[in-house]
């Protein structure tokens, strides 16, 4: 589909394939405004351009992305993001509209490419690599809050300890608590994108023992903790998702991504 293509004329010339909720339909009028606006450049000229460049960048690709799961070759994109929506999209854990899609489209990989499908739209999209290509270097991490003041927000990432000086406050989050979040850097400049669920410091050996049995179970030959975490962090959105979730329900295993395969 070429940029310059009506995304409701397209889905219209799709008929029979198309089978997309009607709610998702009635949004792509306000996504192909959007889409088809003129990309700003980021000037890096604070934190509030960065954001709205972000939002606009994550806005084009969510259209493309939905068009692509509208096709034959989207089929497992689709199954993936028709469950995370009915699943998760209403529940109060998940309010910034972002999370959950910057999963589906940034880390799930799809059966068809066995990449994620943001993947195929940089290719077609080389204007939004700045944005995409970060957005598939980052995935879900859970972290330390080492320190979060007005001068310094501060992570340490467990199992790679890895630290990462924030530039955006985290309001109210407490320092020794755990975070998961998304955290990228666009231009320099290191973000979380989407909400991030906090845990109190005193669950923090609790809820390492859990990561580190997660990581033996799906990864028993392991030679390499922290890679092993990493992998798990890329795949396992719907596991997390249901931990974070406000509305009780099911736990998800780390590998439930690949129910979204036939």
């Known amino acids: 589909m070429k940029p310059g293509e009506g995304i409701l004329q397209h889905l219209k010339k799709e008929k029979g394939s198309v089978d997309l909720p009607l709610d998702v339909l009635r949004q792509f009028q306000e996504f192909e405004k959007s889409f088809m606006a003129t990309l700003e450049s980021y000037e890096g000229d604070g934190s509030d351009s960065l954001v ?3 939002m606009q960048s994550f806005h084009k690709c969510e259209v493309l992305a939905l068009a692509y799961a509208a096709q034959s070759d989207g089929a ?100 020794g608590n755990m975070i998961i979040a998304r955290a990228v850097s666009f231009h320099g400049n290191n973000i979380v994108f989407g909400d991030y669920a906090e845990f109190p410091a005193e669950v923090k050996e609790g809820l390492l023992d859990t990561v580190a049995g997660k990581i033996f179970s799906y990864y028993p030959e392991i030679d390499d903790m922290a890679s092993a975490y990493q992998d798990l962090m890329k795949h396992a959105g719907p596991y997390w998702f249901s931990i974070i979730s406000q509305v009780e329900g099911e736990i998800y295993n780390p590998d439930f991504y690949k129910s979204f395969y036939k």
């Open 52 to 54: 709205s460049w972000a």
């Open 76 to 175: 497992s994109l689709k199954r993936c993001f028709d469950f995370i929506t009915e699943k998760f999209s209403k529940d109060p854990a998940f309010e910034d509209g972002v999370t959950l899609n910057s999963w589906v489209f940034f880390d799930f990989t799809t059966q068809e490419s066995g990449k994620p499908v943001a993947s195929e739209l940089m290719k077609a999209i080389p204007d939004l690599t700045d944005f995409i290509s970060p957005m598939l270097e980052s995935r879900l991490g859970l972290y330390e809050v080492l320190n979060n003041d007005q001068v310094l927000v501060r992570l340490k990432e467990v199992f790679t300890n890895k630290i990462i000086d924030l530039d955006q406050d985290l309001p109210e989050v407490r320092v």
